[in-house]
């Protein structure tokens, strides 16, 4: 176990595992956000998606924003559900009671997953009536970059404060960009190229 990302024997053993595959979640969740802005993001890359792939765009983006949704919210989970314990930030915040910051740190992540919540009970995890059905005057709000950025943002300030209560090092959630969606648009452009569809 100790070659994963995340695995620091200086952490305490009872937090050891718990703290590891909460990097690895977050790692997972920051891989995915860059691969979706860096396929999205630029306008022209979009509108040459959109010619030519309009539906495999619609598919693609659907399932992107629902597994970035349910990243963020599995990491905001409550730290029991239905008799089933939960990995989420609330257990490993409960068992740092003496890293100062932590918990007003916590709660500004709890409340920036909120918009994320919403749309995971009622739209990704749940189909609920009202919302699909326009039967409710409440409309669920719009999830924006900087919204997703926030949360990753706290999320990362999070671990890294409880591991470098423990130790000296500090985590670095990058994604790497071999084989991302930069190399998958730079092959669409050629494949047009090669039929004369673009310059």
Excluded at 41 to 51: A, F, P, S, V, Y
Excluded at 88 to 115: M, R, W
């Amino acid at each position: 176990m100790n070659d994963r990302f995340g695995f620091e024997n200086a952490i305490p053993q009872n937090l050891r595992e718990s703290f590891m595959w909460l990097c690895q979640d977050l790692a997972d969740l920051v891989t995915t956000w860059d691969f979706y802005k860096d396929l999205f993001e630029n306008k022209q890359d979009r509108d040459l998606l959109e010619k030519y792939l309009l539906f495999s765009v619609f598919i693609i983006e659907e399932a992107l924003m629902v597994s970035i949704t349910m990243a963020i919210c599995r990491l905001n989970d409550p730290e029991e559900q239905q008799k089933n314990r939960n990995l989420s930030f609330e257990v490993l915040v409960k068992e740092c009671p003496d890293i100062q910051g932590l918990d007003d740190l916590y709660k500004n992540f709890k409340n920036a997953c909120e918009p994320f919540s919403l749309h995971r009970n009622k739209r990704f995890g749940h189909r609920d009536r009202k919302t699909i059905l326009g039967d409710t005057d409440e409309t669920l709000p719009n999830i924006r970059k900087k919204e997703i950025e926030e949360v990753i943002d706290l999320a990362t300030q999070i671990l890294n404060l409880v591991g470098s209560y423990f130790s000296e090092y500090e985590w670095c959630f990058v994604s790497s960009s071999c084989g991302g969606a930069k190399t998958l648009l730079y092959w669409f452009k050629k494949g047009l190229e090669s039929r004369h569809l673009i310059n």
